[in-house]
C-alpha cells in the first residue's frame, strides 16, 4: 500500500471526531452542575468512540508487518482523537475560557480515555478478523503423509 493510500485510510479520524468531541465538551460543560457527572463522561466517551473506531478498522486490511494491524491502528487512532482533543481544549481554553474536558478530567485523564476507546475498538475489530479467517472452509486440514 502506498503512503497516500494509507494517508487516507485515516481520513475518517477527524470525520467522527468533531461530534464526539462535541459530546465531550457539552458533557464537560454540565459537570460543574451536576457534580456527579465527571466520572461518568470517560465512560460515556468510550461507549460512544469504541463502536466508531471497530466500524472503521474492520476490514481495513493490515499494512503493518505483524498479525495485530486492528488493535495497533486501534491505538493510533485512539492517540489521534487523544491529541485533537488536547489541541482543541488548548485552543478553546486559551480564547474564550470555556471548561473542556481537560479541565474535567485532567490531561492524563483525557488521553487515557480516548486511547482505552481505541484500544477496545481495535480489539474489536481483531477479533472480528480473527474469526473471519479462521472460518471451517479456510481451515486447512493438516493430513500427514507416511513416507517409510
Keep these: ?17 468533531v461530534p464526539l468531541y462535541l ?11 451536576l ?3 465527571s ?4 465512560i460515556i466517551i468510550v461507549v460512544a468512540a469504541a463502536p466508531i473506531i471497530y466500524k ?6 493490515c ?13 493510533v487512532a485512539g492517540i489521534l482523537f487523544g491529541g485533537l482533543s488536547l489541541l482543541a481544549d488548548m485552543i478553546l481554553q486559551n480564547t474564550i475560557s470555556l471548561t473542556t474536558m481537560s479541565i474535567v478530567l485532567g490531561l492524563e ?19 472480528i478478523e ?9 481451515i486447512r486440514p493438516i493430513v500427514e503423509t507416511k513416507d517409510h
Design 1 to 17: 500500500m502506498s503512503l497516500e493510500n494509507e494517508i487516507k485510510t485515516w481520513f475518517w479520524v477527524p470525520k467522527f471526531w
Design 23 to 33: 459530546l465531550g465538551l457539552v458533557l464537560a460543560i454540565l459537570s460543574p452542575s
Design 35 to 37: 457534580v456527579m457527572l
Design 39 to 42: 466520572w461518568a463522561i470517560p
Design 56 to 61: 472503521n478498522l474492520v476490514g481495513g486490511g
Design 63 to 75: 499494512s503493518l508487518r505483524f498479525q495485530i494491524c486492528a488493535l495497533v491502528k486501534g491505538m
Design 109 to 127: 485523564g483525557v488521553y487515557l480515555t480516548w486511547f482505552f476507546a481505541g484500544v477496545i475498538g481495535g480489539i474489536g475489530a481483531r477479533i
Design 130 to 138: 480473527v474469526q473471519q479467517y479462521s472460518t471451517v472452509g479456510t
